[in-house]
């Protein structure tokens, strides 16, 4: 009687997308959580906004010698009595409009924050690969170059860098040659944590059995370390990054505000930073208070944002 009667098959689990995984996550729980850090996430998301948006929100292009006049010159800000619009912020020795030139120097800070990270991880990690996986004298001598670098603070050897670099280039760079030779000090400052993370994980990954697997079915090692080991290291590589993104933006603004940095004519915040020193004791305050509030709360956002991510990524608290 119940011989035509089959069961129903039971319905198949759809696969969720990467997005929905990562809402479900206990990432994305441990951040909705945390007030303080929705807060810096709101704050760097705005900075990054409004650096990208540079050419839109401000009122002047402060890297165009035609929009400045040297009559608005040290005009304080507007809310004073000698303020004058559209200067909210107030104007430099230039003329130049205070709020128009943090939003471009955000534009430039960020890129070599970026890119400083970019390529100080993408060195880091492909030699902590390479130490970790391959061992012996290969490991030996990586280690023993990154531990003489540890001794050094990282903005003596981006000073180092860039004194070198520039006295090989010659002294007379355009912008974007500073640019990257910033971008290259930086990165050449930050890798050894890449690598010294990096290789301790692969040492312990390689020993498994997933490793063992892919050697036996004769995968070369380039695709072994790029394909199968890389991606179980990223989650402390990620946390890395993003507290040296916070490092990278103030080594730069480091070197501007020393003058081995971005020059003025396409000034970062270290830049304008320098530039305002110049004028704090005269009483124009403006010129280098802006541009500090917004270097301190960027790299302030960036900080709790990766201490959070820190935390978030580390299963011991969880």
């Given at each position: 009687m119940a011989e035509g009667i089959q069961a129903a098959p039971a319905p198949q689990a759809q696969p969720t997308s990467w997005a929905g995984r990562f809402f479900d996550s206990d990432v994305w729980a441990s951040f909705k959580r945390s007030k303080l850090t929705m807060a810096a996430a709101f704050l760097t998301a705005v900075f990054m906004a409004a650096a990208v948006l540079?050419?839109?929100?401000?009122?002047?292009?402060?890297?165009?010698?035609?929009?400045?006049?040297?009559?608005?010159?040290?005009?304080?800000?507007?809310?004073?009595?000698?303020?004058?619009?559209?200067?909210?912020?107030?104007?430099?020795?230039?003329?130049?409009?205070?709020?128009?030139?943090?939003?471009?120097?955000?534009?430039?800070?960020?890129?070599?924050?970026?890119?400083?990270?970019?390529?100080?991880?993408?060195?880091?990690?492909?030699?902590?690969?390479?130490?970790?996986?391959?061992?012996?004298?290969?490991?030996?001598?990586?280690?023993?170059?990154?531990?003489?670098?540890?001794?050094?603070?990282?903005?003596?050897?981006?000073?180092?860098v860039d004194g070198v670099v520039k006295a090989v280039l010659g002294g007379q760079l355009d912008e974007m040659m500073t640019l990257s030779v910033l971008v290259f000090s930086i990165g050449l400052s930050f890798w050894v944590q890449y690598a010294r993370t990096v290789r301790g994980s692969v040492m312990v990954e390689k020993n498994k059995d997933y490793i063992a697997?892919?050697?036996?079915?004769?995968?070369?090692?380039?695709?072994?370390?790029?394909?199968?080991?890389?991606?179980?290291?990223?989650?402390?590589?990620?946390?890395?990054?993003?507290?040296?993104?916070?490092l990278a933006i103030i080594t730069e603004a480091t070197l501007s505000f020393l003058g081995t940095g971005m020059p003025e004519t396409m000034p970062s915040l270290g830049t304008l930073i320098r530039i305002g020193n110049n004028y704090l004791f005269s009483g124009e305050w403006w010129i280098v208070a802006f541009p500090g509030i917004a270097l301190a709360l960027l790299v302030l956002a960036i900080n709790l944002l990766g201490d959070w991510l820190r935390d978030a990524l580390n299963p011991r608290l969880r």
């Open positions: 540079a050419g839109v929100l401000s009122p002047q292009d402060p890297f165009d010698p035609a929009q400045l006049e040297l009559m608005n010159s040290r005009l304080p800000p507007l809310w004073n009595a000698e303020g004058q619009a559209p200067f909210m912020l107030g104007t430099d020795e230039q003329g130049r409009d205070i709020l128009s030139a943090i939003l471009y120097g955000l534009r430039i800070s960020l890129a070599v924050g970026f890119l400083g990270v970019a390529f100080s991880a993408t060195l880091g990690i492909a030699l902590g690969l390479i130490a970790g996986y391959v061992g012996g004298t290969v490991d030996a001598f990586i280690m023993r170059v990154a531990d003489v670098q540890l001794t050094f603070p990282a903005i003596l050897i981006a000073l180092l697997a892919a050697r036996l079915i004769g995968l070369p090692a380039p695709v072994i370390m790029f394909r199968h080991v890389l991606p179980n290291v990223l989650g402390p590589v990620l946390v890395i990054a993003t507290i040296n993104l916070a």
